[in-house]
């Protein structure tokens, strides 16, 4: 089942963050992922969660970063980045594809015109089956977009 993200999921959030940037983590631990869910709460900032019973195991979120202190994917500040995470345990039953589709449908009822990610080269074909093009490539990553 899925739901919608409160301020009470931003611990479950920011542990799902290894999950969602584990490849560019081990590359840089000092990256600063944590701005994905700092002050949870800003415009643009709206979030899926799935959960079984009292159990949350996967999420979807997105927010919008300023120019002057972009996300990995950023495009504009107009455009939220999107991140998404499923624990181990929980992956290949299609959760991540049930939290995508619905994360884009509330962008689209939020008025946004796109959505952009950043994502691992070689790691892009499930976000293309979702709509998702390559925006640009650059320093190892692709960041992509899909036009709602």
């Excluded at 300023?66 to 290949?92: K, Q, Y």
Aim: aromatic share 12%; no cysteine; glycine share 10%.
């Amino acid at each position: 089942m899925l739901r919608d993200a409160d301020l009470q999921d931003m611990r479950f959030l920011r542990d799902m963050l290894r999950h969602a940037y584990h490849w560019r983590i081990a590359q840089d631990p000092d990256l600063p992922v944590f701005r994905y869910v700092q002050n949870w709460g800003r415009r643009g900032d709206a979030g899926v969660i799935a959960f079984e019973g009292p159990n949350i195991f996967g999420a979807a979120w997105y927010r919008l970063f300023p120019a002057s202190a972009p996300g990995f994917g950023f495009v504009d500040e107009e455009t939220p980045e999107l991140t998404i995470a499923v624990v181990p345990s929980h992956r290949g039953h299609g959760t991540g594809g049930e939290l995508l589709e619905a994360l884009l449908e509330r962008a689209r009822s939020d008025g946004f015109p796109r959505v952009s990610l950043s994502a691992e080269p070689g790691q892009t074909g499930f976000y293309e089956r979702h709509g998702f093009h390559e925006h640009r490539r650059e320093d190892g990553t692709i960041t992509m977009v899909a036009d709602l």
